[in-house]
């Protein structure tokens, strides 16, 4: 059974959209897009800087237009499952067919807009923890005033906070934890310094008109299958100022019974977390054009394995 998944924010580098642009048709794809939302998307994913596009507000559209183009580029799939970490979960929606493109890409800037007005108000930041106890760590965490803003599984926490708490942080890491690497964002996201975007989050829900997931959507609140689009839309309001429970949801790919995983445009960091935390099974990150053709074949692997599993 294969999974497919959406990155969250972070995974954005200068420059990482300009191959998908020169495939048939995406560039317009894009330009209507960015006229849609007010955002020049392929300038941002071809010609803007790191610091440009670690901004909060574009790079979160940035992140869902490519992962929907990526995904488009692989053809008429139907994966066993989807999913989305962070902001991703927007990306998620628009494959299950939650919210069409168009109004994924207009909630994701809302989202983003309002995200980043959150995070002007105090300076804060985001850490991953890599290695170490989890338990030992959340509590360490707390202990600091931090909060566990994403629990990732394969031995990675991601702690959020004020610079100053990081700091301390950075001073005073939690037993058996080898490495602290600063996160590409700006602002503590999935924590209570988000509280001001849920309000504006929700005002833009109210004028979506959601349908329910064609595919078993997996949701970071707790790694739940969740079958209504009204509830999805509902989970992704909530889930800025909520933990991302990745861990759950990689729990719940094993009870579905995946055996490949596939990450969408720009891939590698759900996929790292896969090889460590499923082994077995299979994963793929897109990170350019030139990985399709290797995505269809382990889409085209994954179908016959379930197809294999259901006629036994």
């Given at each position: 059974m294969?999974?497919?998944?959406?990155?969250?924010?972070?995974?954005?580098?200068?420059?990482?959209?300009t191959?998908?642009?020169e495939?048939?048709?995406?560039?317009?794809?894009?330009?209507?897009?960015?006229?849609?939302?007010g955002?020049?998307?392929?300038?941002?994913?071809?010609?803007?800087?790191?610091?440009e596009?670690?901004?909060t507000a574009?790079?979160?559209?940035?992140?869902?237009?490519?992962?929907?183009?990526?995904?488009?580029?692989?053809?008429?799939i139907?994966?066993?499952a989807?999913?989305?970490?962070?902001?991703?979960e927007?990306?998620?929606?628009?494959?299950?067919?939650?919210?069409?493109?168009?109004?994924?890409?207009?909630?994701?800037?809302?989202?983003?807009?309002?995200?980043?007005e959150?995070?002007?108000?105090?300076?804060?930041?985001?850490?991953?923890l890599?290695?170490?106890d989890?338990?030992v760590?959340?509590?360490?965490?707390?202990?600091l005033?931090?909060?566990?803003?994403?629990?990732?599984?394969?031995?990675?926490?991601v702690a959020?906070?004020?610079?100053e708490?990081?700091?301390?942080?950075n001073?005073?890491?939690?037993?058996?934890?080898?490495k602290?690497?600063?996160?590409?964002?700006?602002?503590?996201?999935?924590?209570?310094h988000?509280?001001?975007?849920?309000?504006?989050?929700?005002e833009?829900?109210?004028?979506?008109?959601?349908?329910?997931?064609?595919?078993?959507?997996v949701s970071?609140?707790?790694?739940?299958?969740?079958?209504?689009?009204?509830?999805?839309?509902?989970?992704?309001?909530?889930?800025?100022?909520?933990?991302?429970?990745?861990d759950?949801?990689?729990?719940?790919?094993?009870?579905?019974?995946?055996?490949?995983l596939l990450?969408?445009?720009p891939?590698?960091?759900?996929?790292?977390?896969?090889k460590?935390?499923?082994?077995g099974?299979?994963?793929?990150?897109?990170?350019?054009?030139?990985?399709?053709?290797?995505?269809?074949?382990?889409?085209a692997?994954?179908?016959?394995?379930?197809?294999?599993?259901?006629?036994?």
């Open positions: 294969l999974v497919l998944v959406a990155p969250g924010q972070g995974a954005q580098t200068p420059g990482f959209l191959p998908w642009l495939l048939p048709g995406a560039a317009d794809r894009v330009a209507a897009w960015s006229d849609a939302i955002l020049d998307l392929a300038h941002y994913g071809t010609k803007a800087g790191a610091d596009i670690r901004d574009v790079a979160q559209p940035l992140l869902v237009a490519a992962g929907i183009l990526s995904a488009t580029a692989l053809g008429d139907a994966p066993g989807v999913a989305g970490h962070s902001v991703g927007i990306t998620a929606a628009a494959f299950a067919g939650v919210l069409d493109d168009t109004a994924a890409l207009s909630l994701v800037r809302k989202r983003g807009l309002a995200m980043a959150a995070a002007a108000i105090t300076a804060t930041g985001m850490s991953a890599l290695g170490g989890p338990e760590s959340v509590a360490h965490l707390e202990k005033g931090l909060t566990p803003a994403n629990v990732n599984g394969a031995g990675q926490i959020a906070g004020t610079l708490q990081l700091a301390a942080l001073e005073d890491k939690p037993e058996g934890v080898r602290i690497v600063p996160l590409k964002v700006a602002g503590a996201f999935h924590t209570h988000m509280a001001p975007a849920v309000d504006k989050l929700a833009a829900a109210r004028e979506l008109t959601p349908a329910d997931p064609k595919v078993p959507y970071n609140k707790d790694g739940k299958t969740v079958t209504t689009g009204d509830e999805i839309v509902s989970r992704l309001v909530g889930q800025v100022a909520n933990p991302v429970r990745w759950l949801c990689m729990e719940t790919f094993k009870e579905l019974g995946v055996t490949a990450e969408v445009c891939g590698g960091t759900l996929t790292g977390l896969a460590r935390a499923l082994p099974v299979k994963t793929l990150a897109l990170k350019t054009p030139d990985d399709l053709d290797a995505a269809r074949e382990l889409i692997a994954a179908s016959d394995a379930a197809a294999d599993a259901a006629g036994a």
